[in-house]
């Protein structure tokens, strides 16, 4: 096809712009990452844009051997996986009886589920609710209110209501009970769209520093987020009471180093499922507004 | 098993078993269905209509030892009192501020930004683009607040370094702590962090449309400017406004992460929104009061909201696009 001119530029400027744009989306992580490996000290004087100038890594080994940090990072890794599992089986059984147009609770259900999209008590009331609930203050603070999404639901139930009638009815000949169904026929087929709701969840669970932040008092239920926003958000002194408490020594790091290690530290594993990651929401985010 | 074994017998003795035996045998024949929903009822009940009765704190002058039934009511009390407070009525225009202005900008920012990585044909490059796009929706605010932190710091951060080297600055400015500088960082991280992964609904609304549409126009001549104001807008014009409704429905929502994470004590003036107000009177809530007056600000949020969403839907039918329920 024949070219103008001016259709030739709008193209080298269109990708320029992108690939600027692309950079931009990229350049903080790398800027972290460059000033996570350099040594700390030296790091202050500036002039790391890309690269570490004096590689070190004693931020990370501070970081690693720090108890509450460790901890941190095992309670973020306890509740991603008990809260993706649970989360996962439940509203799995739950979509599947949407699916059922003989069970006389579908429509309830389906209103039970859409209404609280719309309508909340807010903050303050669900606060006084896991109060009285003795939610508080547990690590199953971070399970137990998040246990179900509505709209994880309705994925899942768009995806199983697209399952062949036919396997089921044959199993249904064959005497099976709606569990057995559910268990051997239609939990395996629905894997596609468990892994996403999955990986919704688990990036969620990872990702959020509210609840500890909120209904945790309890440091030694942190997460990773929670004990990053801390190191952001205190001020120097008390930054620098915890790093004194991580590394009674000689001062090689720095409260600014230490945050950017933690930084990387917390963004890590969501960069190595990155791949992954994006290629599950982008088909979830389509399941979702079509069916929407 | 005693009902099963009923069922049974009353299947085999009665010829016209009465209904509720037929009832019980109906619910017993699906007895996985209720076991597998049951955890869901009871978790929606607790977590989600349950608090819905708070509500009543509102109304109330609120005391956790009584209880919401023992605390005594106080008609709309709380509502005047909350709009003779300062911190609210400022939250509530910052709300309304933030809100607009990422609306304003990013609405028209996000369309642009589809668009044009619509335009590029090469694929492999395209893809890379794109897929580098949504890496910064996928951390934590507190990530991405960190990481600008670090970038924007007086202290070293890159930003200040390259500023003061090319003399625009003469010593480092504190941009996290500034009135002026905060609002226009808010849009730029917010926009920065959620454009690429916003602009999927619109790629895939142009990748829909007809590439005759396209092959005719260029045979007639048309540019490619032409062609995106012709043929690429009007056909994702449904998405568009759809999209557009949703957000506006969102008003009183300015993003409540992001503020908590980037804001501080400097720039709370522009940057105290609801949502940050409301959870600062419950974590600071020396007396039961703020329980109460941040329960009201929540139930004031919630129904203005409620009533933006209903007259969106409503404006949406009207212009014959598909209900957003």
């Known amino acids: 096809m024949q070219r103008s001119r001016g259709e030739r530029w709008f193209n080298v400027v269109n990708m320029l712009f992108m690939l600027v744009f692309a950079f931009l989306c990229m350049y903080p992580f790398i800027y972290i990452l460059a000033i996570s490996f350099n040594d700390a000290m030296d790091a202050q004087k500036g002039g790391i844009y890309i690269w570490p100038r004096m590689f070190s890594m004693k931020n990370y080994s501070v970081i690693f051997s720090d108890q509450n940090i460790f901890l941190a990072y095992g309670v973020t890794i306890g509740r991603v996986v008990v809260g993706v599992i649970t989360q996962v089986l439940l509203v799995a059984m739950f979509a599947y009886v949407l699916t059922k147009k003989n069970f006389p609770l579908r429509r309830f259900l389906n209103w039970w589920i859409v209404i609280p999209m719309f309508l909340s008590g807010g903050l303050i009331p669900f606060y006084i609710t896991l109060q009285q609930l003795h939610l508080l203050n547990s690590f199953w603070t971070y399970i137990i209110p998040g246990l179900y999404g509505a709209f994880n639901i309705m994925l899942v139930r768009t995806f199983m209501s697209e399952l062949p009638e036919a396997l089921e009815e044959s199993a249904k000949m064959d005497g099976a009970s709606d569990a057995r169904i559910f268990f051997s026929i239609i939990f395996p087929l629905s894997k596609p769209v468990l892994a996403t709701i999955a990986l919704f969840v688990g990036v969620s669970h990872w990702n959020d520093w509210f609840t500890g932040f909120t209904f945790i008092s309890n440091t030694k239920l942190w997460t990773a987020q929670n004990l990053l926003l801390f190191l952001i958000q205190s001020n120097e002194a008390s930054n620098l009471a915890v790093l004194s408490k991580m590394h009674q020594g000689a001062v090689t790091v720095t409260a600014e180093s230490i945050k950017m290690a933690m930084l990387i530290v917390t963004t890590a594993p969501i960069l190595c499922i990155y791949p992954f990651l994006q290629k599950y929401f982008v088909k979830g985010i389509m399941l979702g507004s079509l069916k929407g | 098993m005693t009902t099963l074994a009923e069922a049974q017998t009353s299947s085999v003795t009665n010829t016209k078993p009465t209904l509720a035996r037929r009832i ?265 009061m703020g329980l109460s007056l941040g329960a009201t600000m929540g139930v004031f949020q919630a129904t203005v909201g409620l009533i933006l969403f209903l007259v969106c839907n409503f404006v949406a039918k009207l212009i014959k696009q598909e209900s957003l329920i």
């Open chain 2, 24 to 288: 019980m045998r109906k619910v017993w024949e699906q007895r996985w269905l209720y076991i597998f929903t049951i955890p869901g009822i009871i978790f929606f009940l607790l977590f989600s209509y349950y608090p819905m009765v708070g509500i009543v704190i509102a109304f109330q002058d609120y005391n956790p030892v009584k209880g919401y039934s023992g605390s005594e009511f106080v008609g709309l009390e709380n509502f005047k009192t909350i709009f003779n407070l300062p911190d609210f009525t400022n939250a509530l225009r910052n709300t309304v501020i933030i809100s607009g202005l990422k609306l304003l900008i990013g609405f028209p920012a996000t369309i642009l930004f589809a668009l044009l990585i619509n335009e590029i044909h090469q694929t492999v490059f395209k893809r890379v683009v794109q897929t580098i796009s949504y890496l910064p929706y996928f951390i934590s605010w507190v990530i991405a607040a960190g990481l600008w932190y670090k970038m924007l710091s007086p202290d070293g951060g890159l930003i200040n370094e390259m500023l003061t080297r090319i003399g625009i600055l003469n010593e480092p400015f504190y941009f996290m702590g500034s009135t002026q500088a905060f609002l226009p960082i808010v849009i730029f991280t917010e926009l920065w962090k959620n454009i690429g992964f916003n602009a999927i609904i619109y790629l895939a609304a142009l990748s829909g449309i007809d590439p005759h549409l396209y092959e005719v126009s260029s045979i007639d001549g048309a540019s490619r400017i032409r062609q995106i104001w012709h043929i690429a807008l009007p056909g994702i014009r449904g998405t568009m406004v759809l999209l557009f409704i949703l957000s506006a429905s969102g008003l009183m929502s300015a993003g409540f992460d992001q503020l908590w994470t980037m804001g501080n004590l400097q720039v709370q003036e522009v940057g105290q929104i609801l949502d940050t107000l409301i959870l600062s009177y419950l974590r600071n809530s020396g007396g039961f």
